[in-house]
């Protein structure tokens, strides 16, 4: 079993970019256009972030502690009108 790992990052640091992701996920899936656009622009940046400082690991026992789920994380549905 591998042990989470972080690279680069304390655990606060990234248990603050996971709590960002979910609210960037709320404003592309629930926002108005502006808040859509702000987040698509943000969302590429703190994924590199997240996925070049944990391993898989890391960060399902980042979901876990946190109480996220794949649902938190996930987008409903691409934007065609940006």
Do not use: C, W
């Not at 640091?13 to 622009?41: F, P």
């Not at 703190?46 to 994380?73: C, R």
């Amino acid at each position: 079993m591998t042990k989470p790992d972080f690279r680069g990052l304390h655990q606060l640091d990234t248990a603050i970019l996971l709590q960002k992701l979910i609210i960037l996920n709320g404003m592309v899936n629930y926002g108005t256009d502006a808040e859509r656009k702000k987040a698509l622009k943000e969302l590429p940046g703190l994924e590199a972030v997240i996925k070049e400082s944990l391993n898989t690991a890391a960060f399902n026992q980042a979901k876990y502690e946190l109480n996220i789920t794949d649902q938190d994380l996930a987008y409903t549905e691409p934007l065609q009108s940006l």
